[in-house]
């Protein structure tokens, strides 16, 4: 029956107690999107980091970030070669067709930034004839520009935001669309002469840690770590340390 299936499932996973024998957590990251995770003297630094080393706390093992680039990510989860993504990653239903989630970490939303001057602010701006946006490819940033219509041909796709934010300054795009903190940390470290659209987010989403599908005794022990981590204040100090309001 229904409420035997997941006892079940979860008796023939051995995801939790391999990574318990191994004694290692790996997680796949794209360590160019501050203040989640990017590269300082390196290694792996950012918020993302610093849970995954709670997470690693709470499960008794160790913890190693591999760093990546993007659109490597989900495939590292999927071939086995890391356990997890925490990578900023956005929980969608496109993606949870594929693949595993932890509970919600992170309230994040996307947001355009523009060059200081200019008033673009929302996705229908970027619809008329000649407007362009960047993006980091196969990113929420660019699902979010094509559910609003933008054509193909004037959605700039870069392996990074960074790559896209540098777009924007060179005048090849109109905009570059991303997660709140990252466009905002970005532009507060190298790109004075950008700006975010006030207003806040277009759109708020929900981030998790990305996990096999089937992986259900990780996912189980780590969304009780989560709550640990929240309920005894780490998450908070985690938070203000790297999240600058
Ligand atoms: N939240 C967005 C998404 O899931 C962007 C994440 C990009 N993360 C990164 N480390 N580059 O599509």
Redesign the pocket.
């Known amino acids: 029956t229904l409420c035997l299936a997941l006892p079940t499932l979860a008796r023939n996973d051995d995801s939790l107690a391999r990574v318990k024998a191994r004694g290692v957590l790996k997680l796949a990251?794209?360590?160019?999107?501050p203040p989640?995770?990017y590269m300082e003297n390196g290694k792996v630094v950012g918020f993302?980091a610093e849970l995954a080393a709670e997470l690693g706390r709470e499960l008794g093992v160790q913890v190693e970030l591999v760093s990546m680039e993007?659109s490597g990510?989900f495939a590292a989860v999927e071939t086995q070669k890391c356990d997890l993504v925490i990578?900023?990653?956005?929980i969608?239903a496109e993606?949870k067709k594929g693949n595993g989630f932890t509970r919600p970490y992170f309230l994040?939303g996307?947001v355009i930034a523009r060059k200081k001057g200019t008033s673009f602010a929302k996705p229908s701006d970027i619809l008329p004839e000649g407007r362009t946006a960047a993006v980091?490819q196969?990113?929420?940033?660019?699902?979010a520009m094509e559910k609003a219509g933008v054509p193909k041909e004037r959605l700039h796709r870069f392996d990074?935001?960074q790559d896209g934010l540098m777009d924007v300054k060179n005048g090849k795009s109109d905009v570059a669309v991303?997660?709140e903190p990252?466009l905002a940390e970005i532009i507060r470290k190298g790109y004075p002469e950008l700006e975010l659209a006030p207003g806040g987010p277009f759109v708020e989403?929900n981030?998790g840690i990305v996990a096999k599908k089937d992986a259900l005794t990780l996912l189980a022990a780590l969304n009780l770590a989560l709550e640990r981590i929240v309920v005894d204040g780490r998450y908070a100090r985690i938070y203000e340390k790297w999240m600058h309001k």
């Not at 990578?87 to 956005?90: D, E, L, W």
């Not at 196969?138 to 699902?143: A, I, K």
């Open positions: 990251t794209d360590a160019t999107y989640f995770e993302d993007w990510v990578s900023g990653v956005t969608t993606r994040s996307q980091q196969e990113t929420t940033g660019q699902f990074t935001l991303g997660d990252a989403e981030l």
